[in-house]
């Protein structure tokens, strides 16, 4: 199995910045960690769950949606099993829950994605 815990949401003020942490662990993270490709997927209220960032657990590969491209970055620390999400120049309309999720396919479809935390909520303020 693999545990995600997010940490590190909170409310902040438009033009802010968050970091997201979100630690993976478990039996099967363990075993098959260089396989996985890491996920940051996020919820507003009413609306569809949408991808935001991806990143390999091997490599370095990465992937934003248009929408956060150039204000986020995710990165990871292997030693630590962790990977984070870097939110600068924040909007109101990055406003949601926000989940770290773990899957084997490089997507952007969160049906693609195995495993999830149990989000952390991010309020940005106008």
């Known amino acids: 199995q693999v545990q995600l815990v997010e940490s590190g949401g909170g409310l902040v003020q438009a033009g802010g910045s968050l970091r997201l942490s979100c630690a993976a662990s478990?039996?099967?993270?363990?075993?098959?960690?260089?396989?996985?490709?890491m996920g940051w997927f996020r919820q507003a209220p009413g609306k569809e769950r949408d991808f935001v960032a991806r990143i390999r657990w091997s490599g370095s590969s990465t992937y934003y949606a248009d929408s956060v491209k150039g204000r986020f970055t995710i990165f990871r620390d292997n030693a630590k099993t962790m990977v984070y999400l870097q939110m600068n120049s924040l909007k109101p309309e990055d406003t949601a829950v926000y989940y770290c999720a773990a899957g084997a396919k490089w997507s952007w479809f969160d049906y693609d994605y195995d495993y999830w935390g149990q989000g952390t909520q991010v309020t940005v303020s106008s």
């Open positions: 478990g039996r099967t993270f363990s075993s098959y960690a260089s396989s996985y490709v």
